[in-house]
């Protein structure tokens, strides 16, 4: 059986939450979710604190087969070399840097990554790529639809040939509950799905796969949505 591991962050201050859907989505594909929580590896009380975050992710990555990057709040404008916008909402550093090592230590380690929402979008600033910070005020249709988040809302345009579009089986429709998007998108991804608006919508690269919708909220009505976790899951 596939070990997955599965990154996650904050709900709220000093409490950690998942959608269930993530791990959920992966049990139902017959793999083994691992999950693990955002870390700095600089635990201040610790005697034992030799443990840089590269090592710490170095292990993490070890223990699995492939690697999912989950949903959350937004990404540091910092972390692409902007100052914070003021339709900026809550941000997670620790949660940046540790991600950003999990992808590139799974690269490294030749590990598949599935990066969902915002972690398609730590997925392409930690390549090299920027983000809009916000997708209304840069001029797009609003996607920040908690009120149907597990309804589509938007269609998606798929590129041919895209391998992602194969694995979805003719389903067009997705769900949008995110306020930011692709900017500059970084050298090694490539777009195979936009939105009718123009917002990249889905991104591939050697081993990547980035969905900006949420297919661990619209699988259970829809199985087609289990398509990048397939796509994860495959040899
Ligand atoms: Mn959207």
Redesign the pocket.
Known sequence: MKRIGITFGLAVDHKYSLHMGYPGAILELGGIPMMYVSVTATPTLSHHSDLSLASLVKEFVSEVDALLVSGGWDVEPAQYGQAPQPELEATEPVRDFFEAAMIEEARRQGKKVLAICRGMQILNVSMGGTLYQDLLAAGFDQ?QRMDREYETC?SVIFEPGSELAALMEGATEVN?I?HQGIDRLADGLRVVAH?PDG?I?AVEGDGLLGI??HPERLYEADPRHLAGFRWLMAD
């Open positions: 996607h938007h949008t995110h939105s917002v919508e900006q919708w």
